[in-house]
């Protein structure tokens, strides 16, 4: 315990503390959010945005390094991406349903594709794994103030529209007679979604953040038999998985990413298993 | 012709049924030469309909003979592409807030992290313009849920229900924006006898305050509770219960078929014969 506490109060290790808070924070968001995406089933446009937001990361590089716009961090392109990627996706799903599959697929991929070529086409080399895979060794205060603003944002959406929210995810078409606008919602919901994915991208990078996303709130629906419960419990076992995960890395000397990913797939497994297994003893 | 005092009333009279018309008319659904169709696909044709108020109607047809359109464009939730809707004399889309809406819950995802109280309040959600709910909402909701007998309910999960008592709960969640009309899709579907039997019973007693309107599969029951039958089979019909016989059956289902007698009055034994 001491040792830890030496770690995490020593100077050389600022990345780790940055990492560890930023981890912290954005579970408020990721829990949030993950509940949503796993109760309205929309993982796979969950996938399709993070993957675009690499679209907007190479594009990003490619206008700051061969146009001189220092200003233009790669994480604003993301942004921008995943942002209208969640929009498009948005309005794919809900106007034409039939080959909604095919259209998010190629959003997907077209994404990844539009980032690789315009680093190609950017001078230079760029390490681009830290992108796909995470990196803590990038996280900066910076990143912490930006976690700090998003949580406050979508916890006020969340308090603010909660049970238009839950009406719209359980039923859109009886919401919609209701007279809410849930087709507004539905998209409101997949922005705030992109915007948290951009967040975490740092981490656990895009590839793989979308696990870190659902797995948390498949756990806690587990156990909850509410909506807002299980929001506080995702968010719960989110920074637990982050802790871990980071705790792992830095121990054994493993990327951080995939550590975190690890941690919250196993747990995942385990209490699938577990739950099945009751079930088995109980019908005997 | 001028206004003399001995054509005066009838004058009158026909204005003050026309006024009457406009604040409360008579009829609940008003379809006027109604079509709709999907791309190219004509799915209704020239429909025209009208169901009076406290009429408790069935809609009967083949699958893929747009029931559920029919729903839908009362519910206004698609547009048709010629013709006029009338839900109490205005657009359905004007007039939401009187029609209750039940659909299937096999739409519905059963993982839901939802309790029965959260479901029964969603129906409050258009009469509020905050996104809290009072306590005017949980006690409307509370007696929606009293109404269909599940009210002791209240904290259970959503989907440890039965068919039948989930079906109960999405009726409670359409009464408890106290609507004029109700509308149910395929209530009967996956629920047993003798939920059937409570449900119907519920509805029995519901139509004495409102116009009713479901969607049904199973025809032979109808008879039981219902006043009318709306055949749809990309043209609509209307017929008063007591002429249901062969002729319409075929009218309907087209082709030839066997009738089955199925009144609910099965003793272990089978049917008692006369």
Redesign the interface.
């Known amino acids: 315990m001491t040792d830890l506490i030496q770690i995490l109060t020593h100077p050389d290790y600022q990345f780790l503390r940055n990492a560890l808070i930023v981890g912290l924070l954005a579970s408020i968001s990721f829990g949030i959010i993950g ?1 949503y995406v796993v ?1 309205k ?1 929309i993982s796979y446009l969950a996938g399709a945005i993070s993957h675009s937001a690499f679209g907007g990361i190479g594009a990003a590089l490619y206008l700051n390094r061969t146009f001189g716009l220092s200003w233009l961090d790669p994480m604003m392109g993301a942004v921008a991406s995943a942002l209208a990627a969640a929009i498009i996706t948005g309005l794919v799903s809900i106007y034409a349903r039939e080959r909604e599959d095919t259209v998010i697929g190629a959003i997907w991929s077209v994404g990844m594709a539009a980032g690789l070529i315009f680093i190609d086409l950017t001078p230079g080399y760029f390490e681009i794994s830290s992108f796909l895979f995470g990196d803590i060794l990038l996280i900066s205060s910076k990143d912490i103030i930006m976690v700090l603003v998003l949580d406050a944002f979508i916890v006020t959406s969340t308090l ?5 929210l ?2 719209v ?3 859109d ?8 606008n849930a087709h507004g919602y539905y998209i409101f919901l997949l922005c705030l979604t992109a915007l948290t994915i951009v967040l975490l991208v740092r981490i656990v990078g895009i590839v793989m953040v979308i696990a870190l996303l659902t797995l948390p709130a498949a756990v806690a ?1 587990k156990f ?4 807002w ?2 929001m506080l419990l995702s968010i719960f076992f989110c920074m637990a998985f982050n802790t871990a995960g980071l705790g792992l890395a830095f121990f054994q000397g493993l990327s951080s990413g995939p550590s975190i990913i690890i941690i919250a797939g196993l747990t995942y497994l385990v209490v699938i298993s577990l739950q099945k297994f009751k079930e088995m003893v109980k019908k005997g | 012709m001028s206004l003399t005092l001995d054509n005066y009333q009838p004058a009158v009279d026909l204005i003050w049924k026309e006024v009457i018309n406009i604040v409360e008319p008579s009829q609940a659904v008003d379809i006027k030469n109604a079509s709709f169709a999907y791309q190219q696909k004509k799915v209704l044709k020239d429909v025209n309909l009208s169901v009076p108020r406290g009429d408790f109607a069935t809609i009967v047809g083949p699958n893929g003979g747009g029931k559920t359109t029919l729903l839908k464009l009362l519910l206004g939730l698609l547009k048709p592409n010629s013709g006029t809707i009338k839900i109490f004399g205005k657009p359905p889309e004007k007039n939401r807030y009187k029609i209750g809406y039940m659909p299937q819950y096999s739409h519905l995802d059963m993982q839901f992290p939802v309790t029965v109280m959260d479901v029964a309040l969603m129906g409050r959600l258009g009469k509020r313009r905050w996104d809290r709910y009072s306590t005017l909402d949980r006690d409307a909701a509370s007696a929606a849920l009293g109404e269909v007998k599940m009210d002791t309910f209240k904290k259970t999960h959503f989907n440890a229900l039965s068919g039948g008592q989930k079906q109960r709960v999405l009726i409670a969640r359409a009464l408890c924006s106290e609507p004029e009309l109700l509308l149910l899709d395929e209530p009967t579907s996956n629920i047993d006898q003798e939920s059937e039997k409570d449900l119907y019973n519920i509805l029995k007693r519901l139509n004495q305050r409102m116009t009713i309107l479901l969607v049904s599969h199973d025809l032979g029951f109808t008879s039981q509770v219902v006043k009318s039958v709306i055949c749809v089979n990309r043209q609509v019909v209307i017929h008063p219960t007591t002429t249901i016989d062969g002729t319409m059956i075929k009218d309907i289902y087209g082709g030839d078929l066997k009738m089955i007698r199925h009144d609910h009055r099965c003793c272990e034994m089978g049917h008692i014969h006369d």
Not at chain 1, 173 to 180: S, Y
């Open positions: 509940t109760t089933r603010l529209f909660y049970n238009r839950l009406a995810c359980f039923d078409e009886f919401a919609t007679l209701r007279g809410i629906g909850t038999t509410r909506m419960k299980m």
